[in-house]
């Protein structure tokens, strides 16, 4: 069935790096645009990050950009968010998402894997 | 950047009553706006998009409405498995998608 797996989450420490994949499966990965969405403790949904199906085009919100970067291997059906430079407000259970194929928005859901930063 | 509002932001209800939440963009989104449910230790799930199309699988008890600035997401008559938190999002201008702050609908 289709379905998304995240994996890479854990504890690192402020100003390490940290590199989190999406497992994708049941579906043409490399046909669909991905997202990054990060929900911290308690917290609300906040869009990270989006790389199109191709990979060509990436964008970043503005609370990450320079600090977090997206990228694909469609041979491997993989997606990946590269983190560096962590500070604690990046602690979050961190999803990755499908962008529907007719509609943006997010069909699909990885069941989120978990990033605290603290020292 | 297109800012989300939700409200309430908490909404007790009976099971079986009828529940109605509102979100709010800061300008408008025409039909571009999407519903989701999250529910404790789970990831969300997309329930509504283009403002009043279901998702796959979604039942007809939820129904979306609205355009421009102001949507509702009506569940009409609430089942347990419905408490839960639900979040707007526009993905008419992007980027970002910007999401609503949630509206917790909890067992009255």
């Known amino acids: 069935q289709v379905q998304l797996m995240e994996s890479g989450g854990g504890v690192v420490q402020p100003g390490r790096s940290l590199r989190l994949s999406c497992a994708a499966s049941?579906?043409?990965?490399?046909?669909?645009?991905m997202h990054w969405v990060r929900q911290a403790p308690g917290k609300g949904l906040e869009w990270v990050a989006i790389?199109?199906?191709?990979?060509?085009?990436?964008y970043f919100a503005d609370s990450v950009k320079g600090r977090l970067t997206i990228s694909r291997d469609n041979s491997k059906n993989t997606l990946y968010l590269q983190m560096s430079s962590l500070i604690p407000e990046d602690t979050a259970v961190y999803y990755c998402?499908?962008?529907?194929?007719?509609?943006?928005?997010?069909?699909?859901w990885g069941q989120g894997t978990m990033v605290t930063v603290s020292s | 950047e297109i800012m989300m509002t939700q409200s309430p932001a908490t909404l007790s209800v009976s099971p079986g009553e009828r529940a109605t939440l509102s979100c709010r963009a800061s300008?408008?989104?025409?039909?571009?706006l999407a519903w989701y449910q999250q529910k404790p230790g789970q990831a969300p799930r997309l329930l509504i998009y283009a403002a009043s199309t279901r998702a796959t699988g979604i039942p007809p008890r939820f129904s979306g409405t609205g355009s421009g600035t102001e949507f509702t997401l009506t569940i009409s008559s609430l089942q347990s498995e419905d408490f839960a938190v639900y979040y707007c999002q526009q993905y008419n201008n992007w980027p970002p998608w910007t999401f609503g702050q949630g509206t917790k609908v909890e067992i009255k």
């Open positions: 790389i199109s199906s191709d990979g060509s085009n990436k």
């Open positions: 998402a499908r962008e529907g194929a007719w509609v943006s928005a997010f069909d699909i």
């Open positions: 300008q408008s989104v025409s039909s571009n």
């Open positions: 049941g579906f043409t990965f490399s046909t669909y645009a």
